[in-house]
């Protein structure tokens, strides 16, 4: 059975610096692994999604690599602002109709 | 573009009651269709998905039931709720093993 885990949990940091989100999977044999933003009390938010064959994805300050041998993944975010204060979840999928694994999240805050 | 729904939006029920939610996407045709449970202190937990009318499959068991009566359409039942049942539900849609896109939630409390 497929376990996500996420590290931290929770981070706190001042506006402008740089921070890395990690992220882990069990199984290795996964089709594609994505990257949500949840604001309290909301639905998600894709942010990125990084193919089995892919080693990174990026999105404006935001950047995910995948070393799917060793089942992690990392979200850099740069020059982190207040507004990019949310949960932040990974998730991977073993292809066809297969929902998503989750893992719990990492609550960001950003200090201004 | 493409529009995924969930009503209500939060919800208040008795131990006992029934429950009926419900999930619509537009823009699509032939969607996979999700339904999530986000409870407190855990993560989110895949508990149904459909692949077509009428093709439902299940996660976990549980108190739970879903149906997909038209192609855009996904409902989320029980016919008596527990105080378990307590959470933030999510419905999702994708096409195949691409991106998934999820609803605005309905946040359910069951006293």
């Known amino acids: 059975k497929q376990e996500v885990t996420q590290i931290p949990a929770a981070l706190s940091v001042p506006e402008g610096e740089n921070l890395v989100l990690n992220c882990s999977f069990t199984?290795?044999?996964?089709?594609?692994l994505q990257w949500f933003r949840q604001d309290p009390g909301k639905g998600l938010t894709s942010l990125l999604l990084?193919?089995?064959?892919?080693r990174e994805q990026t999105s404006g300050r935001l950047n995910a690599s995948l070393d799917k041998s060793s089942g992690r993944s990392t979200l850099y975010i740069a020059a982190s602002q207040p507004g990019d204060s949310a949960t932040y979840l990974c998730a991977v999928t073993g292809g066809g109709a297969d929902g998503l694994t989750f893992g719990k999240g990492t609550h960001l805050i950003i200090q201004p | 573009s493409q529009t995924i729904h969930q009503w209500p939006a939060t919800l208040v029920q008795p131990v006992g009651s029934p429950l009926s939610l419900e999930c619509t996407v537009e823009g699509t045709s032939n969607p996979n269709l999700y339904w999530y449970r986000q409870a407190a202190g855990r993560g989110l937990q895949l508990l149904f998905y459909s692949v077509g009318i009428g093709q439902i499959s299940s996660e976990v068991p549980q108190n739970l039931s879903a149906s997909r009566p038209q192609d855009r359409q996904f409902i989320l039942s029980s016919k008596k709720l527990l105080l378990s049942d307590s959470g933030f539900y999510l419905c999702?849609?994708?096409?195949?093993?691409?991106?998934?896109?999820f609803g605005p939630g309905t946040r359910l409390t069951v006293l």
């Open positions: 199984d290795s044999a996964i089709y594609n």
């Open positions: 999702a849609w994708s096409r195949w093993v691409d991106t998934q896109y």
């Open positions: 990084i193919q089995s064959s892919q």
